[in-house]
């Protein structure tokens, strides 16, 4: 079974269906011309409007995800900005560092909402996933990409760029929602 996953990103493409590996289900680029505006206001709105996207030019069931890093003693920031925060990902590395000099409560959390629309653009499943875990101090690890090396996994004592790729996918955000938005596709087969 082929599914539109609303991405430009061949990284994340390849992620998803390393992850899915064994399901049945292979998830494929949307059609050219896929252009998402991503102006919602939450992390369910975007990728909300990311899967319409892809259904538009795709006419295909498609699947979304938006993500996000939100750090408790920043009122839940970067969030839903988490891309845009800064320019570069060490730059915003070193911002998120900036801003926590001195602070003790370091808590924080990785989100992940998957929205899968049918060929008509209904919404037929919507999936979350959390990760928690904490800023370190400095960056360790040169695995993964964006805020994994600041990200102390809870339970674990390492910074999801100190994780191996297997590993992460196991108890991140957007492995475990996908694990569910998985486990709904089968049941429609
Ligand atoms: P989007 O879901 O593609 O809009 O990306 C959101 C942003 O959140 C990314 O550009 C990263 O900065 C951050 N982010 C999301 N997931 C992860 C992750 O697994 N590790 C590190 N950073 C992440």
Do not use: W
């Amino acid at each position: 079974m082929k599914i539109v996953f609303a991405t430009g990103n061949k990284d994340k493409l390849r992620e998803i269906n390393e992850i899915s590996q064994g399901s049945g289900i292979e998830f494929i680029l949307p059609e050219a011309g896929f252009n998402p505006v991503e102006d919602g206001l939450t992390f369910e709105e975007n990728s909300y409007k990311k899967a319409k996207e892809a259904v538009r030019v795709s006419h295909k069931m498609s699947l979304a995800d938006d993500s996000g890093l939100c750090v408790d003693a920043l009122n839940g920031a970067p969030g839903l900005y988490s891309a845009r925060y800064a320019g570069t990902q060490q730059e915003k590395i070193n911002k998120i560092l900036k801003e926590l000099e001195g602070v003790s409560d370091r808590s924080a959390k990785f989100v992940c909402v998957m929205t899968l629309l049918d060929e008509n653009g209904e919404i037929l499943h919507v999936s979350k996933g959390e990760c928690k875990g904490e800023i370190a101090e400095h960056q360790s690890g040169v695995n993964g990409f964006g805020y994994d090396p600041v990200f102390v996994v809870e339970n674990y004592g390492k910074t999801m760029a100190e994780m191996s790729e297997d590993e992460k996918n196991q108890i991140s955000h957007r492995g475990r929602a996908l694990t569910d938005m998985l486990n709904f596709i089968r049941t429609l087969h």
